[in-house]
C-alpha cells in the first residue's frame, strides 16, 4: 500500500550523483516509516539539502518539499561540471 | 599603457618574412578587451567573404587579455582564431598549459601570423627577439616529439611550445593545436591553419612581467581565490577525478552522446569509463596548467598490453565522442586512441563524429570491409584506433574523413548526410540538446557551430553551475521546461564571450565556483576600470555580435542556425525518453528577440548603435 492511501511504510530507491556518490554510495533504498517528502529521505541519510543542486522524481525535476509514494525513483546531484 | 596590456601585438608575415609589432590603444581592448574579441575584430577587419582558409591572408590569431596579467588562477588559457576550414567562417579554440602564460610575459598581448611560407619554418619568440628558422627536419614529426625537439633547440624544457602533428601539415580539417605536449586548441580545425602557412612551431620564453593597475591587491585576490577554488574543486570532485567525474552522472539524464546520437542509455558504459573507474584503472592523477588551482587534465598509465600508454589521458569529452559514442567501455582502448590523437594532432570531438558516422554507415551496409578494410562494428575499439590513426594521416580509408564528417557523408551515400549532428560544420561534442534544451539554442547560435563551451548552459540544467549575479539560479530553469532556455544561453553566451576575451579558463568559475563578482574584482585590480557586472555583460554581448557579423558575412545566418535532425527523435527509453526540443523554431525566434535581432538573425541598427558596431557592420556588409 502507498503511503498517500493509508500512512504505511514507504521504500523508494535512491540514486546519489557527483560527491555524494562518494560518500553513500550510488544506490540505496530508504525506508520511510511514515508519508514522506524528499527532505525526510535526506533526513536519513544525513544529507544537508544545501548541497544539492538537483532532485528528480521519478524522471521530474523538483523541490526537496515533493511527496513521495511506494516505489519512487529519487535522483540526488551535487555539483558536477566539466565537459571539454 | 593600458594596465594589463602591453598595447602590442606582434605581427609575423610568413611570405615575407618580415616581423613586426603593432601598437594597440587602450580604446580598442575596452571595445573587445582580448582573446575572442581581438581575434573578432582582426576576422572582421582583415578577412573578406572570399578569404578561404587555407588562404595565406587568412590570419591565424594567438591572442591573450589582461587576465594573463599576474598569476591569477585559471590564466594558463589562450584563444586561438582564424577562418575555419570545418565552419569557412569565425573559429577559434582555447587552450592551457603554460605558452599563453609566457607569450604574455614575453610583451606581446596577440600574435597575428599571415601569410604562408614556402617551406617549413618554426617561429622563436624570446622576448624582442623574433626569428623564424627552418624547421625541414621537424616537419613529419609527432607532436610530443616536435616539442622535444624544439625545446632542446630553445633553452630546454622552460620554453613554451605550441605546434602541430602530421594531421596539421596534411591539411586535415580537424586538426588541432598542440601546446606543451599537454593541452589542445582542438576545435575548428585551426592545426590545418597552421599547415597551411607551413608553420611547424612557435616557441617562446618570456621575462617581462605586464604592469598591473594595483599589483597589491592582484597578488592577494590571486591567492584568496586559488585557495577557494582549490577547496571548491577538492570538495566537488574536480581535482580528484577530472572530468571523467560528470560521466555517470552526464548518461543518467541523458547527455552523453550514445551510437552517435542513436542510442538512449548506457549505464554500463559510463560506469566504466567514468570516474571512479577511469581513476583506478588508468592510475589517474591531476596534470594541471600554469596557475590551476583544479588540474582537471590527467596524467594517465597504461602499463602493458595493446593499449599500453602514458602522458596525457581522454577528457570526458573524448570518453564520450570515442567511448560511449561508438559503443566503446574500455578507459584504456580510449587512452591509446587520445593518444594517438594528441600525437597526430587532431581534435577527439570531430574524430569521434566521424567514427560514429563511419561505424553507422557500416551498420547500414553503405560501408563495408571490404570497401573500407576494417570491421567497423559498434563496440569495436580496435577497428576504431586503427581508423583514428588513417584520419590523422589522411591515409587509406581515413583519409575519406580528413576534411571531416560533413564533407565525408556526402561521399558515402546520398541519404548519410543527415546522420551527420553538427552545426555550421562542426560537430556536436558529447552533450545532448534532446536532454539539455537549452543546448539547442546554444548549438544553433554559437559563433563557431556547435558547441557548448561557449555557453556551458548544459551544466546550469544539470545542477552545477549557477551565476547568481545574473538571475540563474537552482530551479530557474527546468529539465523539459521550454521556459527560459532562450534567456540562459543568450546571459551565458555573454558571459562566457567575456571570459573568452580576459581570458580565464571557464571552469575556475564552472566546477571552481568562482563568482562573477570575484572575477570582475580581480578583472577591475589589473586594469583599474572599474567596470561593474552590466558593463561586463555589455561587453560580452558586444563580443558575441562582433563574432555573430563575421558568421552574417560569411553566408551564415537562420538558415544555419539550426540543430540537426538526430536531436528532434525521442528516446524510447531512460530520463529523456519522448522528450526533444523540436519544434525548435520559437526558441529561436525568442533568442533572436532577446538579442535585438531581426527574424534573419541579422542585428537591428538599434542593437547596433547601442553596442557601438554600426561601423563593424557596415565592414561586413550587414548594414
Excluded at chain 2, 618570456?206 to 585576490?221: F, Q, T
Excluded at chain 2, 544555419?560 to 525518453?577: Q, S, V, Y
Amino acid at each position: 500500500m502507498s503511503a498517500g492511501q493509508g500512512g504505511c511504510s514507504l521504500q523508494v530507491k535512491v540514486r546519489c550523483f557527483g560527491s555524494l556518490s562518494e560518500r553513500l554510495g550510488e544506490r540505496r533504498v530508504v525506508e520511510l516509516s511514515r508519508q514522506g517528502t524528499v527532505v525526510d529521505v535526506l533526513k536519513v541519510l544525513g544529507v544537508d539539502a544545501n548541497q544539492l543542486s538537483l532532485v528528480v522524481v521519478n524522471g521530474r525535476q523538483v523541490r526537496v518539499s515533493e511527496p513521495l509514494g511506494d516505489g519512487d525513483e529519487v535522483m540526488l546531484v551535487t555539483p558536477v561540471s566539466g565537459g571539454t | 599603457m593600458a594596465s594589463g596590456y602591453w598595447n602590442r601585438v606582434l605581427r609575423v608575415d610568413l611570405s615575407s618574412g618580415v616581423v613586426s609589432v603593432q601598437t594597440v590603444a587602450e580604446e580598442v581592448w575596452k571595445l573587445c578587451v582580448g582573446g575572442a574579441g581581438y581575434a573578432a575584430k582582426v576576422l572582421l577587419e582583415e578577412t573578406s567573404k572570399d578569404t578561404e582558409p587555407f588562404d595565406p591572408a587568412n590570419p591565424l590569431i594567438f591572442a591573450l587579455g589582461p587576465y594573463q596579467a599576474g598569476n591569477n588562477p585559471g590564466n594558463a588559457k589562450w584563444t586561438v582564431a582564424a577562418k575555419s576550414p570545418l565552419t569557412g567562417t569565425y573559429g577559434d579554440s582555447a587552450a592551457g598549459a603554460d605558452w599563453g602564460v609566457a607569450l604574455k610575459r614575453a610583451g606581446y598581448d596577440a600574435l597575428v601570423v599571415k601569410g604562408a611560407a614556402s617551406r617549413p619554418v618554426y617561429l622563436s619568440i624570446n622576448d624582442e627577439r623574433v626569428e623564424l628558422k627552418d624547421a625541414g627536419e621537424l616537419w613529419g614529426l609527432d607532436a610530443y616529439q616536435t616539442v622535444e625537439a624544439v625545446q632542446g633547440r630553445e633553452g630546454g624544457r622552460g620554453t613554451a611550445v605550441v605546434c602541430i602533428g602530421p594531421a596539421g601539415e596534411k591539411l586535415v580539417r580537424l586538426a588541432c593545436i598542440v601546446a606543451d605536449a599537454h593541452s589542445f586548441a582542438g576545435r575548428c580545425g585551426l592545426g590545418a591553419v597552421m599547415g597551411s602557412k607551413k608553420l611547424k612551431a612557435i616557441a617562446v620564453r618570456g621575462s617581462r612581467s605586464v604592469p598591473v593597475h594595483d599589483e597589491p591587491a592582484c597578488i592577494r585576490l590571486a591567492k584568496e581565490r586559488f585557495r577557494e577554488i582549490l577547496a571548491a574543486a577538492k570538495n566537488n570532485g574536480f581535482r580528484d577525478h577530472g572530468t571523467p567525474n560528470l560521466c555517470i552522472t552526464a548518461e543518467a539524464f541523458g547527455d552523453m552522446p550514445i551510437k552517435y546520437w542513436t542510442g538512449d542509455v548506457w549505464p554500463e558504459g559510463a560506469q566504466k569509463l567514468g570516474a571512479p573507474n577511469y581513476t583506478e584503472v588508468l592510475r589517474a592523477r591531476p596534470l594541471p596548467c600554469a596557475n590551476c588551482p583544479i588540474g582537471c587534465h590527467r596524467n594517465i598509465e597504461v602499463q602493458s598490453g595493446p593499449y599500453a600508454v602514458k602522458g596525457p589521458g581522454p577528457e570526458y569529452e573524448t570518453l564520450g565522442m570515442l567511448g560511449t559514442n561508438l559503443l566503446i567501455d574500455s578507459p584504456e582502448a580510449i587512452a591509446k586512441a587520445n593518444d594517438i590523437c594528441n600525437r597526430l594532432g587532431i581534435d577527439t570531438i570531430s574524430t569521434g563524429a566521424c567514427v560514429g558516422l563511419a561505424m553507422e554507415c557500416y551498420d547500414r551496409g553503405w560501408l563495408s570491409k571490404a570497401s573500407t578494410g576494417l570491421e567497423l562494428t559498434w563496440g569495436n575499439a580496435d577497428a576504431m584506433i586503427e581508423l583514428v590513426r588513417q584520419i590523422g594521416m589522411r591515409e587509406g580509408f581515413g583519409s575519406l574523413f580528413a576534411d571531416g564528417a560533413l564533407a565525408a557523408a556526402r561521399k558515402i551515400h546520398p541519404d548519410a548526410e543527415p546522420l551527420v549532428a553538427h552545426v555550421k560544420g562542426l560537430d556536436l561534442p558529447a552533450h545532448d540538446a534532446r536532454a539539455c534544451w537549452s543546448l539547442a539554442v546554444n548549438y544553433a547560435t554559437c559563433t563557431r557551430g556547435a558547441c557548448h563551451m561557449r555557453g556551458v548552459t548544459e551544466d546550469v540544467e544539470m545542477g552545477g553551475f549557477f551565476v547568481p549575479e545574473l538571475g540563474i539560479v537552482k530551479d530557474w530553469t527546468q529539465f523539459f521546461c521550454p521556459e527560459n532556455k532562450s534567456e540562459l544561453t543568450v546571459k551565458l553566451q555573454d558571459y562566457c564571450a567575456w571570459m573568452n576575451s580576459l581570458v580565464v579558463c571557464v571552469f575556475m568559475v564552472d566546477g571552481g565556483e568562482l563568482s562573477f563578482s570575484a572575477l570582475l574584482e580581480l578583472f577591475n585590480a589589473v586594469t583599474g576600470w572599474e567596470w561593474t557586472i552590466d558593463d561586463a555583460m555589455r561587453s560580452g554581448e558586444r563580443i558575441f555580435n562582433l563574432q555573430r557579423l563575421v558568421n552574417l558575412r560569411d553566408g551564415h545566418g537562420r538558415h544555419t542556425d539550426t540543430i540537426p535532425l538526430k536531436m528532434t527523435i525521442p528516446a524510447k527509453k531512460g530520463f529523456r525518453a519522448g522528450k526533444t526540443p523540436a519544434p525548435f523554431e520559437p526558441y529561436l525566434d525568442r533568442y533572436y528577440r532577446l538579442r535585438g535581432w531581426d527574424r534573419g538573425g541579422r542585428p537591428t541598427r538599434e542593437c547596433l548603435e547601442n553596442l557601438g558596431l554600426v561601423e563593424y557592420a557596415k565592414l561586413a556588409g550587414v548594414m
